[in-house]
């Protein structure tokens, strides 16, 4: 539906990492291997190191180093690295700074030295900061597989949903209070907001720092906010949105909408693969921080497996628990297949090799560097992946979210990450950070 606005009237510490540098096992790849010569692709001026660079009214700094400076440089498995990064370049690939890498990437041997030399040629890293803290948060995400039916059963009783009819989206043009009016044009497939002006006040809806967009539904003469977690969890959504399948249990359910994409299993072994599709523009609330302050676990306790079993453990407080979190999460299908799931870049998402940032400080698609620790054994954890993805609780310039890939395996290790980590951004030489 198209929408916008007719006027406006104004009214009123991170914790030490354990390990970083430790030494664990890992391939080493010897260092010296000459790419092959592409005469159409120039190298480009580095950045010397050193260099700091600043965007004007951002948090986020940016200081060139060099590769000896990433921990553990020369022992990456670079191949993987640069089958992740092609895949970046199917959207990167037509913006003039990538143009030359991304060409040179899809002619590169797939063998790792090869794979070393060609970052090390084209790319200049930068060693990021927030605040001036080189220190930040890492956390890991995975696709989950749930048990489901693609209609309601006894079992499967919990309906995924996807896109609702009445979910309009009108952007914000750069106001953040007030009382506004907007004109809706074009209907929409489910004719349940109808064209014509209605009045919204912008104190009613959950704006965020990074709010394009104002989300919300037609009551009446007025937008207000879409419905919130606790409001759908009671069957506010009943007749709005298509159900795409049906979860048979209520707190796997919630966890797909923490990852933002997953497969469906059916009795008969099929696989329904849902992706994102929108979100109801609430801000992620953790559970796990409510759960503690409520006594219900200790903090250290609140992962995604001890959340689990105290909700199972404890069915009367489901919808409570749950309700905390207002923020939902919409889906579509998606094709069958073997790859990974689609990030917000658009290309499907490496295990081990894809992360998920905050854009307004790292380039979407971009490597980056990530040293962190393995959240089960404490070694070293340090990798060149890609930013291929973002997240509503991904927030600052030196947070990541790091995907482990797909199944239960990759849900365990997930579900226990994290940890402090540092960042470097790789972008081709020449070419200076920016905020989003």
Excluded at 61 to 84: C, E, H, I, N, R
Excluded at 329 to 357: H, K, Q, W
């Amino acid at each position: 539906m198209a929408a916008k606005f007719l006027f406006s009237r104004q009214s009123a510490a991170v914790l030490p990492l354990v390990c970083l540098l430790a030494a664990c096992p890992s391939q080493y790849v010897p260092p010296g291997a000459s790419l092959p010569p592409v005469v159409d692709v120039p190298a480009g001026q580095a950045y010397a190191p050193g260099y700091v660079h600043r965007v004007s009214g951002s948090p986020a700094a940016y200081k060139a180093v060099a590769f000896g400076a990433l921990p553990q440089w020369t022992q990456q498995d670079f191949a993987a690295s640069l089958q992740a990064f092609r895949k970046s370049c199917e959207r990167l690939q037509n913006q003039p700074q990538w143009q030359a890498v991304c060409r040179q990437a899809a002619v590169v041997p797939n063998q790792s030295a090869a794979a070393k030399s060609f970052f090390e040629r084209y790319f200049t890293p930068w060693e990021v900061s927030h605040n001036g803290q080189l220190g930040g948060m890492i956390t890991g995400y995975y696709e989950p597989v749930l048990k489901g039916s693609a209609v309601a059963t006894a079992q499967a009783r919990f309906p995924i949903y996807g896109q609702p009819a009445d979910l309009v989206s009108v952007p914000l043009n750069g106001q953040r209070q007030g009382v506004v009016r907007i004109r809706l044009t074009g209907g929409n497939s489910g004719r349940i907001a109808p064209d014509g002006e209605y009045t919204a006040n912008l104190a009613e809806f959950p704006l965020q720092e990074r709010s394009r967009v104002l989300k919300g539904r037609v009551e009446g003469s007025r937008f207000v906010p879409y419905f919130t977690r606790a409001q759908i969890n009671g069957g506010a959504l009943n007749g709005r949105a298509p159900v795409l399948a049906y979860a048979e249990d209520p707190v796997e359910l919630f966890f797909l909408h923490i990852q933002g994409s997953g497969r469906i299993r059916t009795p008969d072994g099929r696989y329904i693969r849902l992706g994102f599709a929108d979100k109801n523009d609430y801000p992620y609330v953790s559970i796990g921080r409510y759960m503690a302050d409520r006594g219900y676990l200790p903090l250290a306790q609140t992962s995604m497996q001890g959340i689990q079993a105290w909700l199972r453990s404890h069915p009367d407080r489901l919808a409570e628990v749950l309700g905390q979190n207002p923020s939902y999460v919409f889906f579509r299908e998606l094709p069958a297949g073997n790859d990974g799931p689609i990030g917000s870049l658009g290309v499907p998402l490496t295990g081990g090799y894809s992360g998920a940032v905050d854009r307004r400080f790292i380039t979407l698609g971009a490597p980056i560097f990530l040293a962190t620790a393995h959240p089960e054994t404490g070694h070293a954890l340090n990798r060149l992946i890609m930013a291929q993805d973002t997240g509503s609780a991904i927030n600052g310039a030196v947070r990541v979210d790091f995907f482990w890939g797909y199944g239960d395996e990759a849900g365990r290790v997930a579900g226990k990450m994290k940890q402090t980590g540092y960042v470097w951004q790789l972008l081709p030489n020449g070419v200076l950070p920016s905020a989003g």
